[in-house]
C-alpha cells in the first residue's frame, strides 16, 4: 500500500508564497491525493483533490490563493498571498482498494 | 448545504465502551461511503474504518478489527461508531467524514472521547 511522506514543518512570511509537498512511496506515482487544513484547535477542512496529471478540484470556499500541482511522485500544495489564518496543519490523504484510506504526517506550517 | 453534526463528548471508564454519532444533512445519506478518523492530542490523523450506507457493508482497519463496529439507521440520515475495550490509548478526537470518490471532501466537527479510571 501506498506511503505518504510529509516534511514536518515548513515557515513562510506573510504576504508571501509556500509550496507544501507530499511524496508517494516507490511504485505508487500515479496516485491522486487529497490535500487537508487543519488549524488550530479546529477539525480538518478540505481543500482539494490533486491528481497525477496536476489537476485538481477545489472544496466549495476554497480561496484561489490555494492551488495544486504534480510532479513525478510528488504532489504540491501552493499558497500565495499568506494570510495569519493559514498557519495551520495540512495533511495529505490518499485511498487503496485493499487499505482503504492512508494519511501522511503532516506539516505544520508557520507564518512568520 | 451539507454538513456533518457530531455527537457531544463522552467520558469513559477503562474497558468501557462508546458509541459516537455522525448526523448527515444537506445530501442524500446513502448516496457517500462514511469513513472514521481519530485524532490523539498532538498527533496526526489515523484512518479507523469506513461504512456504506446504503448496503451497511463495513471495512476496518487491522488495527481496530475486532473492536470497531460502524453501523447506521438511514431513516435518521445517521451513522455510528462504537469502540469497545477502551484503553487510555483511546483518548483521542473521533471524526466522521464523507468520501465520495476517495478523498473525504466534508468532515464533522469532532468528538472528543476520554478515557480515564
Known amino acids: 500500500q501506498p506511503v505518504l511522506t510529509q516534511p514536518p514543518s515548513a515557515s513562510a512570511s506573510l504576504g508571501a508564497s509556500v509550496t507544501l509537498t507530499c511524496t508517494l512511496s516507490s511504485g505508487h506515482s500515479t496516485y491522486a491525493i487529497a490535500w487537508h487544513q487543519q488549524q488550530p484547535e479546529k477539525g480538518p477542512r478540505y481543500l482539494m483533490t490533486?491528481?497525477?496529471?496536476?489537476?485538481?478540484s477545489k472544496g466549495d470556499g476554497i480561496p484561489d490563493r490555494f492551488s495544486g500541482s504534480s510532479s513525478g511522485a510528488e504532489r504540491h500544495l501552493t499558497i500565495s498571498s499568506l494570510q495569519t489564518e493559514d498557519e495551520a496543519d495540512y495533511y495529505c490523504?490518499?485511498?487503496?482498494?485493499?487499505?482503504?484510506?492512508?494519511f501522511g504526517g503532516g506539516t505544520t506550517l508557520t507564518v512568520l | 448545504q451539507m454538513h456533518l453534526v457530531q455527537s457531544g463528548p463522552e467520558v469513559k471508564k477503562p474497558g468501557a465502551s462508546v458509541k459516537v454519532s455522525c448526523k448527515a444533512s444537506g445530501y442524500t445519506f446513502t448516496s457517500y461511503d462514511i469513513h472514521w478518523v481519530r485524532q490523539a492530542t498532538g498527533q496526526g490523523l489515523e484512518w479507523m474504518g469506513w461504512m456504506n450506507p446504503y448496503t451497511g457493508n463495513t471495512g476496518y482497519a487491522p488495527k481496530f478489527q475486532g473492536r470497531v463496529t460502524m453501523t447506521r439507521i438511514t431513516s435518521m440520515n445517521t451513522a455510528y461508531m462504537d469502540l469497545t475495550s477502551l484503553t487510555s490509548d483511546d483518548t483521542a478526537v473521533y471524526y466522521c467524514?464523507?468520501?465520495?470518490?476517495?478523498?473525504?471532501?466534508?468532515w464533522g466537527q469532532g468528538t472528543l472521547v476520554s478515557v480515564s479510571s
Open positions: 467524514a464523507r468520501v465520495p470518490r476517495g478523498a473525504c471532501d466534508s
Open positions: 490523504q490518499t485511498w487503496d482498494t485493499g487499505i482503504r484510506m492512508i
Open positions: 490533486l491528481s497525477s496529471d496536476g489537476s485538481h
